[in-house]
């Protein structure tokens, strides 16, 4: 193969691996109305929104986009979605039309164009709540959770007008909604364009993400292959137990010591970090609470009693080793949101990885008994067995300056001292129920988020995205062209 047919099928090769890489549409943060005491409020970036970049060539792509209406033709009846442009330095709302295979944004501006290139306002995470609110001016301001398009407005809408056709029957043909901006100036103004032409309305409908207040995790199932669990042998506490009277006696104390018990449930798109979260595991009573997406950790304290028998003058050490865990794993589990105002939860199935540490095994160790006075080990007698006559007979010292040896070791005796928050973790108690597989399925849609029709709720639509079907089969196709070029 000459220089020039080398270059010429390299160049070729790069062409096509840009052609078969997926290219991730660019994404930008969402502004929502938190505050509905005062005109301009405070604005806060939306955990389940974004703003993201158009992109004909990914079909799956408005399965999540955020529907602003509905188009309606003799033709043809499909659902318009949430976009907008800039124009002029401004982003601009508008609603999405379909020309042949492809989409375009209609901006809701005094231009009044057709953009091939925009944003479309995306609910990947599937538990943002997001609906179209009713608004007139008499109303206190700008409602919570409106979202914010340019500088000073939000993303509004009016029902566009009905005409009678030539029978006399009134009907509608295109879009049922004029999208356009709701502008607080003064007691407020829903700005849309009709009829090419800019109209200001008193009433209308405000677009409104409501967030959840609160989650819940439930079916955690965790990826058994994948498991990770290190474990490390600690020193807990160490004590003395020494007898300072003149006589064989009982002596004994409480071993008192700390450790940390920590919790990481991960993170996910369209969860919002730092929410207050309540974990059912499989055999616990009690939720554990943390705030999603942060690491948890809880100081926890256990007392051990420990008694034994020592003659006077003499001690032991005891020694408190415990089994600190860490417990690393993929799981699944089912997550649930929880809005004011409403009784009702919407849940979906999540993917993630949590992180456990915790404290499991506690033992305790002793040393030989030894002299308070010197430290020296304190010997004990040896007994030895006669055969021939059956007796026994006891090793015993001469000297009058020491205690008496001891006729056998001490046993030493512990047990709990209160509530004990040390043992197996649930989590690893529960591994042999978890799937056998590493296959977690997160791309399920929400249970109880599918539109109402008689609710007129502005949700993302639902599926799995094809986008990593089409990755895998070009990264193998890239790989057999690889190999073939290589070898040429």
């Known amino acids: 193969m000459t220089s020039n047919s080398c270059l010429i099928s390299l160049g070729c090769l790069l062409v096509l691996i840009q052609t078969l890489a997926p290219a991730k549409s660019a994404e930008h943060s969402v502004f929502t109305h938190k505050n509905a005491s005062s005109v301009l409020g405070q604005l806060v970036t939306s955990s389940t929104l974004v703003w993201e970049s158009y992109d004909p060539k990914d079909a799956t792509q408005l399965q999540f986009a955020v529907e602003g209406g509905k188009y309606v033709t003799e033709d043809e009846h499909y659902p318009m979605y949430v976009c907008r442009v800039p124009i002029d330095g401004i982003q601009v709302s508008g609603h999405t039309e379909k020309i042949l295979q492809r989409h375009v944004c209609l901006a809701a501006h005094y231009k009044h164009g057709k953009y091939d290139n925009f944003d479309v306002l995306m609910n990947k995470g599937h538990l943002g709540k997001v609906g179209w609110r009713h608004w007139r001016k008499f109303d206190a301001g700008v409602p919570v959770g409106a979202i914010r398009i340019g500088d000073d407005s939000y993303i509004g809408r009016h029902r566009a007008p009905s005409q009678p056709n030539k029978d006399g029957v009134v009907t509608h043909w295109g879009a049922d909604f004029n999208l356009g901006h709701l502008e607080p100036v003064g007691l407020g103004k829903i700005r849309v364009i009709e009829a090419e032409r800019e109209k200001y309305y008193d009433d209308g409908e405000v677009l409104v993400e409501t967030e959840p207040f609160r989650y819940e995790l439930r079916d955690i199932k965790l990826d058994r292959l994948r498991t990770d669990i290190q474990e490390n042998m600690t020193e807990l506490v160490t004590r003395k137990l020494e007898n300072l009277e003149d006589k064989y006696s009982t002596v004994e104390t409480i071993l008192s010591y700390t450790f940390n018990y920590n919790q990481y449930w991960g993170s996910h798109e369209g969860v919002a970090r730092g929410l207050p979260t309540k974990i059912f595991e499989k055999d616990e009573a009690v939720p554990a609470e943390i705030n999603w997406a942060l690491k948890h950790t809880e100081k926890r304290s256990e007392n051990k009693a420990v008694h034994t028998k020592l003659w006077p003058g003499t001690a032991i050490n005891v020694t408190l080793r415990g089994n600190y865990v860490t417990l690393e794993a993929p799981y699944s589990g089912k997550l649930f949101a929880f809005y004011y105002g409403s009784d009702e939860s919407v849940s979906r199935k999540i993917s993630a990885e949590v992180r456990k540490s915790y404290l499991k095994e506690v ?17 004990t007698t040896t007994t030895t067995t006669t055969t021939s006559t059956s007796t026994t007979t006891h090793a015993t010292t001469t000297s009058t300056n020491e205690p008496t040896p001891i006729n056998e070791p001490p046993l030493v005796h512990m047990k709990d001292n209160g509530v004990q928050h040390s043992g197996p973790d649930t989590l690893e108690k529960t591994l042999h129920d978890s799937p056998s597989s590493n296959e977690l399925n997160s791309h399920e849609a929400p249970e109880n988020m599918s539109s109402d029709p008689g609710k007129d709720v502005a ?25 073939l070029f290589l070898s040429l």
């Open 459 to 483: 949700l993302a639509g639902f599926g799995v995205n094809a986008a990593g079907s089409t990755f895998i089969a070009g990264s193998t196709l890239l790989t057999l062209l690889l190999t």
């Open 363 to 379: 033992k305790l160790e002793f040393s030989p008994v030894y002299w308070i006075e010197n430290g020296t080990l304190v010997p």
